[in-house]
């Protein structure tokens, strides 16, 4: 069912006509022979529509929406408030928004002029361009461009969030932040797709080798100035301060997002800060529009067709572009990027057979899907014609040997912490993640099936016959990919009232114990294994630089330890060693916990009324504190009759105290 990992670049006489390829999903409906969408043309109407979908969404912060079609601009407009404590309202000339990964396909875009100029080529082992650099590789299949391009390298990682609490004279470059950050390659290049920022990282390390320049200034010379996108660029550095919108959570809590920014300070895969006007003009060249021609059409056509799919009803990915959302398309060709970042997030997509594109972003969590835009803008100028009967009626059943080769669980390839089950029941498929989703499977092709919502579920089959992996439309960012069939702990009783957080964390791949008989519930936890499950939870991309303790050399969590002690999380002792083996106690983790929590997300402890019937180290105070203020504390800790607590902060945290913690942990990051 995979797509062969060889590319082609076949000529075309007409524009992204080999976006053919891209198989329209519409859900629930079929496209009425004959039927013509008139699309957006008539720039009053347009204005018009976008007000009336825009303005009572954006009160309390703000969005830009831009619609290009017919080689011009049809509307750039701004709402809501790029500030909202000074009541300062977007402009969508001037307010500058951080794009997120939309920032990708500009990226790819620049990738795709170097393998037009022959400086790069597509299937060559991405070694050749990296200066003597290599990357760890446990497979015999190399990393092309191909597979960077279509978040398919087979990486161990590809995350980098953590890093995030970096403050500016501690971020690195570009340079640095791939060479201490390099990941394995633990699955074979182009056969897996799971969503990689650090993929397109690479790329932009790339463009610098290749082109002998930053990667900033690749883009700059290369993208923004041919197409007089004067007021884009990599970076959040200090002259955007003062037309950069704030950005808000989903309280309305204004994020300090870029007090300490986001390492590396240039970031290929999501760094970009643009106007509405600049991204006007960007959609236009991606369509062979405007002034200047930025790509050839059959590369820009490449670019959008489908180069790695589950199967022809299920394409993901282009070189930059991204094929989610598609019950939306209402029959239409369509090559999309959506970016999300803590408070912005943007949506770009092009209709390239109309010559039509549009972008939106806006700078709160409140509204963070751009789903709705999207769908609003397809039912309003491409509208779906004739509606089908419920995907819910007359589901067929499914043979027991049949059934028996998907039924199992399977862990998020992105955020392993994530998983589903896969069960049949009366004959039926059943699809339950750990998000408390549930839905049923209607057979609808060979090892494919539609979910109760319409969304598509395709299995990929091992050589045994039997389901590896499985990617649904509902979970679209990656696949997910089937754990081993596991016995029950011998040494955890269900009636244990840790057995449940036990199993959960083996199903989060956060037990150090996964495929052992046994847990060891109350056996002590480790300094080194605690941080690594800590790193786990983080999701981190970790860091390749030597220790700084003197004892971690040939830990298995030595890169953990490392990543945590750079970003302020972790103290040693006074002799400069960790004591990796020694096992950790309850206030040595309370303390862990929040100092990580502060270094990677800004918390910060607030006014406290916890009091101690045992107190703690004065050192390790504040962590335990914050331990019991955000309800992250296991079962040993219960509030006394006079309202202190005993937090038992000398005793040795045990495996069965740690799993609970862990899932709380993990329910917060959620």
């Not at 009366?426 to 750990?434: A, F």
């Not at 069965?656 to 959620?670: D, F, H, R």
Request: glycine share 8%.
């Amino acid at each position: 069912m995979f797509q062969s990992r060889k590319v082609t670049t076949k000529s075309v006489t007409a524009l992204f006509l080999t976006l053919l390829l891209v198989l329209p999903q519409a859900s629930g409906v079929v496209i009425a022979a004959g039927a013509s969408p008139r699309g957006p043309s008539d720039p009053v109407e347009i204005e018009q529509f976008a007000d009336n979908l825009m303005t009572n969404r954006f009160k309390q912060a703000g969005a830009v929406l831009t619609i290009v079609g017919d080689g011009k601009v049809l509307l750039n407009k701004g709402y809501g408030y790029a500030d909202v404590e000074t009541q300062t309202p977007v402009d969508a000339d001037q307010t500058l928004f951080a794009m997120a990964s939309v920032s990708k396909t500009v990226t790819a875009a620049a990738v795709m002029q170097q393998v037009e100029q022959g400086k790069i080529e597509l299937n060559a082992d991405v070694q050749t361009y990296m200066d003597g650099l290599s990357i760890p590789n446990q497979t015999d299949v190399p990393v092309t461009m191909a597979d960077l391009l279509t978040h398919t390298s087979g990486f161990e990682r590809g995350e980098g969030d953590v890093s995030l609490a970096m403050p500016p004279e501690a971020r690195k470059t570009l340079d640095h932040f791939i060479e201490q950050s390099m990941p394995s390659v633990v699955r074979e290049p182009g056969t897996v797709y799971r969503y990689d920022n650090f993929a397109f990282t690479l790329q932009g390390y790339i463009l610098e080798k290749v082109l002998d320049m930053p990667y900033e200034d690749v883009i700059r010379q290369n993208i923004f100035e041919p197409l007089g996108m004067q007021d884009s660029g990599f970076g959040r550095v200090e002259q955007t301060k003062e037309r950069l919108a704030s950005a808000y959570d989903s309280s309305g809590a204004k994020i300090g997002l870029y007090e300490n920014g986001l390492p590396p300070a240039i970031a290929p895969s999501g760094g970009m800060v643009t106007t509405g006007s600049d991204m006007a003009k960007f959609m236009l060249a991606m369509l062979g529009e405007g002034d200047h021609e930025l790509l050839k059409p059959e590369t820009l056509a490449d670019m959008g067709k489908t180069h790695f799919q589950m199967s022809d009803r299920q394409p993901i990915t282009g070189y930059g572009f991204e094929f989610f959302s598609r019950q939306s398309y209402n029959g239409e060709v369509v090559a999309a990027k959506g970016g999300d970042f803590y408070g912005f997030h943007s949506y770009m997509w092009l209709l390239p057979e109309h010559g039509v594109a549009a972008m939106y972003v806006t700078n709160t969590d409140a509204t963070a899907s751009y789903d709705g835009i999207f769908q609003s803008f397809m039912d309003h100028y491409y509208p779906k014609a004739i509606e089908k009967k419920s995907i819910n009626s007359d589901v067929p059943s499914v043979s027991a040997e049949e059934s028996a080769k998907y039924e199992g669980y399977y862990r998020n390839l992105r955020q392993p912490y994530l998983y589903a089950k896969v069960t049949a029941e009366n004959g039926i498929l059943q699809l339950q993640s750990s998000e408390i989703l549930n839905f049923r499977l209607k057979p609808s092709g060979q090892d494919l099936f539609q979910d109760s919502y319409g969304n598509w579920v395709g299995f990929h089959q091992d050589e045994g016959d039997r389901a590896d992996y499985f990617y649904s439309d509902y979970f679209r960012d990656t696949w997910y990919e089937r754990m081993p069939d596991f016995k029950p702990y011998a040494d955890v009783d269900s009636n244990n009232p840790y057995a449940d957080s036990i199993e959960a964390i083996r199903l989060m791949g956060l037990s150090t114990e996964e495929l052992e008989p046994n847990f060891g519930p109350e056996q002590a936890v480790t300094r080194s294994e605690f941080v690594g499950q800590l790193a786990k939870v983080a999701n981190s991309q970790l860091v390749n630089t030597p220790s700084r303790f003197t004892d971690v050399q040939g830990d298995p969590n030595a890169q953990a330890i490392q990543l945590f002690t750079e970003l302020g999380g972790i103290m040693g002792y006074p002799d400069g060693t960790f004591r990796p083996d020694q096992p950790i106690t309850r206030e040595e983790a309370a303390l862990m916990i929040f100092r990580i929590a502060s270094a990677s997300y800004g918390t910060s402890l607030t006014e406290s009324t916890v009091t101690f019937s045992n107190p703690p180290s004065y050192w390790a105070a504040d962590g335990v504190k914050f331990m019991i203020d955000s309800q992250l504390s296991d079962l040993e800790v219960q509030r006394d009759p006079d309202g202190t607590y005993d937090y038992h902060p000398t005793a040795p945290l045990l495996r069965q105290e740690a799993a609970i913690t862990l899932v709380k942990l993990i329910n917060v990051t959620k």
